[in-house]
């Protein structure tokens, strides 16, 4: 004989008592967190809500990869309580699935402001266009680097890098070369914070693969409109070489060393090494790029700290290669097309000196002013001589 269902009393607003049974009283508890589900989905703080949860499921598909994006409880982990999923359909619905996040990563500014320490997504965003990979197939998380021989010190990055998920495996073809695989690498789809800024640079240069040029050591990276956009709107001085479509860019390691402190270790390493042996514009550059951050004339006697821009020489080796350090403007436009100093890289400079350590004191004893490291105005221009111009390839 079956045992009848166990009644549960049920209290409605107008005091009476009725009883219910187990079914019915699951059903009625389901039917009223379902409303409240939906109080918080059309509620005041519905589009908060669902940003937040495109924010919390791009952060899990980059550093966990794909599958935990679309689960509620890792989800929630970065979400408020009263916010939390009960569901991973619910959580979907919201988002909107794999396609909708990438749509969302590829405009920027969804990931905390150095979450993902030196691989941010400006870096990502220069990697790309950079040429440093390329995608497998035409959607997924599936990559493939360039040859490794040709960029030792990125290859080596990419293997130790623990902020992004992704599976590094190096493998050799008769087409290709030696490359690396990297299998589940969704920061890849990150767009840039700040398109064509000095993050964006610096993920360019870390793309970039060695060149030596008329006896001096440079960077190159493919001829690309959005290299030259960038490089152009910094004020970054290059040359160009090779003809047909075999061109390339080329940059000064100098670049490259004095945006080290916020690289990857590895690049960061390997493009002070560069810098201080015969790198391309060097001698001359250093001291037009300190000429042009500094704001000011410099002049009169004594040296400044060497290590105070990447691969500074003495005056008297200035002098001596034919330059005079008063003349610094004139020689920067004549010799290196090189017409002002972004204020984004006097930032990037100050952050130099300060990885460096140096501060306090006066230059003469071999120590930089107090001053020098608050902000010193906007755009330190060398001269008001016209827009940037490339030095015209031999």
């Known amino acids: 004989m079956k045992k009848p269902l166990r009644l549960v009393p049920f209290k ?12 019915q009283a699951r059903s009625v508890k389901l039917s009223a967190v379902g409303k409240a589900i939906r109080d918080i989905e059309r509620g005041a703080n519905a589009t908060k809500r669902r940003e937040a949860a495109i924010r919390a499921s791009i952060w899990v598909l980059v550093t966990k990869g794909h599958g935990p994006h679309s689960q509620a409880n890792e989800v929630n982990r970065f979400l408020p309580k009263a916010w939390w999923f009960h569901s991973d359909d619910s959580l979907v619905r919201i988002t909107g699935g794999r396609e909708a996040l990438l749509e969302r990563m590829a405009s920027g500014g969804v990931i905390p402001t150095g979450g993902l320490g030196a691989w941010s997504p400006d870096l990502w965003a220069g990697l790309q266009l950079g040429g440093a990979f390329f995608r497998c197939y035409p959607a997924g998380g599936s990559w493939r680097t360039a040859q490794t021989n040709s960029r030792p010190a990125l290859a080596l990055a990419l293997k130790g890098a623990t902020s992004c998920h992704m599976r590094v495996k190096e493998w050799y073809s008769a087409s290709f070369g030696s490359c690396l695989s990297l299998c589940g690498l969704w920061a890849a789809y990150l767009g840039a914070d700040e398109p064509g800024g000095v993050g964006v640079f610096r993920g360019i240069l870390c793309s970039a693969r060695f060149v030596k040029h008329n006896g001096r050591a440079w960077v190159g990276v493919p001829v690309r409109d ?14 160009i070489v090779g003809k047909g479509g075999v061109r390339a860019i080329l940059f000064s390691p100098f670049w490259g060393a004095l945006l080290s402190p916020d690289m990857p270790f590895e690049l960061g ?23 042009g951050a500094w704001g000011i004339k410099m002049s009169g006697k004594g040296d400044f700290p060497s290590d105070i821009v990447p691969g500074l020489v003495r005056r ?45 004191g006066d230059f003469r004893d071999g120590k930089v002013p107090a001053g020098l490291i608050e902000p010193l105005g906007s755009n330190a221009p060398l001269a008001n001589l016209g827009s940037h111009s490339d030095v015209p390839s031999e």
Request: with cysteine; net charge positive.
């Open 12 to 23: 409605k607003k107008n005091g009476k008592i009725p009883h219910m049974n187990i079914l």
């Open 269 to 291: 390493e390997w493009y002070r090494g560069l810098a201080a042996k015969g790198a391309g514009m060097c001698p001359l550059l250093p001291w037009v790029f300190l000429r």
């Open 316 to 360: 008297e080796t200035l002098w001596q290669a034919g330059w005079e350090v008063s003349g610094m403007m004139e020689a920067g436009l004549r010799e290196l097309g090189m017409t002002r100093v972004d204020n984004r890289l006097r930032e990037a400079w100050l952050r130099w000196m300060e990885w460096k350590g140096i501060r306090g």
């Open 226 to 239: 959005g290299v030259i956009k960038v490089a152009d709107g910094l004020g970054v001085p290059y040359i």
